[in-house]
């Protein structure tokens, strides 16, 4: 099976605002898992609380974040995506 090499990629117009983006989210993300180990400092007994369908606090918080990385993952990749089409559809505007 042959590869064709990888293609050339100019600069990124975007590159700016999906790393203050993705600084924003990463910064949401720790605020929420900062959450997790205060519980677990302060007080950790409160972790073996049942608090859905028979889980722990522990494993639930532990799925809540699991599931919220991957909606922030979605969301973050929607957002780029948008921005990335509208700023070459300028881009192109102005070529012509």
Known sequence: ???KPAEQSGKDPAAKFKTALGVKMF???ALFYAG???INLVSPLMM???V???MNLAVT???GLIVFALILAVIYNQ???N???ELSGSAEAKAE
């Open 27 to 29: 910064i949401g993300y």
């Open 83 to 85: 921005k990335e089409a």
């Open 48 to 50: 073996e609380k049942e």
């Open 1 to 3: 099976m042959f590869h």
């Open 79 to 81: 957002i780029c995506n």
């Open 52 to 54: 859905f369908m028979g």
């Open 61 to 63: 918080y532990g799925f």
């Open 36 to 38: 997790f180990i205060g």
